[in-house]
């Protein structure tokens, strides 16, 4: 069994504009929420912040210890100064560890690609994360996915083609496609034909993208 993650942080008295003090003393302010309990606003010192956000990303539950109290929950969002890249507020999404929960995971890459370089090829990474259900205690760190399985270009890695995991449910299409191979030129073609749809559209890139559950509500003004 993983190690638990723990957090300290204590409860938030400072709302609004005045967590700017709070800031100013290296301290972060937070929320914990979560749909069937009351939101509780939270600080916790950056320095302890810091690690926790490195070990656990957006898919590890953290052991949140608070006023004599224990929540389990996730990083739900984080929000940056975006000059500076200072993180100015955190949402926390409290859990019950006998109630499953949607969320997203990141998928990881492994083996080589050496085959398809050597065709003059690239993999493209058509799925960064993918949407899982099970108990927060069975929920991975990462889902991985061989390269090995890419020996020709065109050939394709699917959903369906992810490891089986203990209790965990992938909610994506079976047939959706999660990494692929092409020439390195058409990839690039069409690389540089999204990026001119997105200069016509006057699009901004999107920096961090969380996934609200359904039936959460937005915290984050606490």
Request: glycine share 8%; with cysteine.
């Amino acid at each position: 069994m993983a190690e638990t993650i723990v957090l300290e942080a204590t409860k938030r008295e400072q709302i609004g504009k005045k967590v700017s003090r709070l800031r100013a003393q290296g301290i972060v302010p937070g929320v914990l929420y979560g749909p069937t309990f009351d939101a509780i606003p939270l600080q916790v010192v950056w320095t302890t912040l810091r690690p926790v956000l490195l070990e656990a990303g957006g898919s590890k539950v953290i052991q949140v210890n608070m006023d004599g109290e224990e929540y389990n929950a996730l990083v739900r969002d984080v929000q940056r100064d975006p000059i500076r890249g200072e993180v100015l507020h955190i949402d926390f999404y409290r859990v019950r560890m006998d109630v499953a929960i949607r969320t997203d995971v990141p998928i990881l890459l492994i083996g080589s690609n050496a085959r398809i370089t050597e065709l003059g090829g690239v993999i493209i990474h058509e799925m960064n994360s993918i949407e899982v259900e099970c108990l927060p205690g069975d929920l991975p760190a990462h889902v991985e996915i061989d390269l090995s399985g890419i020996q020709d270009i065109g050939d394709s890695l699917l959903v369906r083609d992810l490891p089986e995991l203990p209790g965990v449910t992938y909610m994506s299409p079976a047939d959706d496609v999660v990494v692929t191979s092409s020439y390195m030129r058409a990839a690039l073609e069409e690389e540089e034909e999204e990026e001119e749809e997105v200069l016509e559209e006057g699009e901004e890139p999107e920096l961090i993208r969380r996934r609200r559950e359904e039936g959460e509500e937005d915290e984050t003004e606490l």
